[in-house]
Every structure is written in C-alpha cells, then in structure tokens.
C-alpha cells in the first residue's frame, strides 16, 4: 500500500521559516511528478508548487522567491522549503504525487496534510 504522508507543519511567527516533507511508503517502482496544494479555511485548495521527476520546478505567484520545492530520490522525500512567511500563507498544506506502482502503472495519490499556521 503506497501512501504519502506530509510532516513539518507548525505556527510560526510572519518572516519565519518551515519545511515541509512528503515521504512515500511502501511499494513502489518510482515517484513521478509532485506537487504541493493549499486550502485555508473557507477557500479552494491551490497549487503552491510542483517538481517534476527531473526536478523541473514551478510555483504560484504568491509564493514565488519565498517558498523552494526539492526532491531527494534516494530517500522517496519532497520538501518545501518556506521562507519569510506571512499570516496569508495559514493554511493545510497537502502534497500530492503521482507513483508508478509498476514501471508503466501511474497512479495519484494524495498525502494526509499538514498544518501550518502563520501569525502576526
């Protein structure tokens, strides 16, 4: 059973700084694309980030020179790294992967989220 599951969250002061991980389990042939969404309470999720399985990156404008997504391969681990955040970053933080269960068998999964919560 493949499961993603995020850690890392937690309240920080504004201009602080978290990272976030998503680790994969189980198995596994690899770990294609991934990104990282957010929803604030009363809002839709977003996307905040995504990496692909060459490391390719890309990012929402809100974030954009402040948050950093990575991958280690070796340990089946995407981070983001957030920097100077601010109150409107508060939100769950949620990644999302796409796992070859087999070599030509691509499935998406979802991780459990991760709190994070900015103050003022």
Same mark, same amino acid.
């Given at each position: 059973?493949?499961? %993603?599951?995020e850690s890392g969250?937690?309240?920080v @002061?504004a201009?602080?700084? %978290? &990272?976030?991980? =998503? *680790? $994969?389990?189980?198995?596994f042939?690899?770990?294609g694309?991934?990104? +990282? /969404? #957010?929803?604030a309470?009363?809002k839709? #999720? ?5 990496i692909?399985s060459?490391?390719v990156?890309n /990012? *929402?404008?809100?974030?954009?020179? #402040?948050f950093t997504?990575? #991958? ?7 981070y ?5 955040l601010?109150?409107?970053?508060? $939100?769950v933080? /949620? =990644? ?5 269960v087999? @070599? &030509?068998l691509p499935r998406g /999964? +979802?991780?459990?989220g991760t709190q ?5």
């Amino acid at each position: 059973q493949v499961q %993603l599951v995020e850690s890392g969250g937690g309240k920080v @002061q504004a201009g602080g700084s %978290l &990272r976030l991980s =998503c *680790a $994969a389990s189980g198995s596994f042939f690899s770990i294609g694309a991934v990104n +990282w /969404y #957010r929803q604030a309470p009363g809002k839709q #999720r977003e996307l905040v980030a995504g990496i692909s399985s060459g490391g390719v990156t890309n /990012y *929402a404008d809100p974030v954009k020179g #402040r948050f950093t997504i990575s #991958r280690d391969n070796a340990k089946n681990t995407v981070y983001l790294q957030m920097n100077s955040l601010k109150p409107e970053d508060t $939100a769950v933080y /949620y =990644c999302y992967g796409i796992v070859y269960v087999t @070599q &030509r068998l691509p499935r998406g /999964y +979802w991780g459990q989220g991760t709190q994070v919560t900015v103050s003022s």
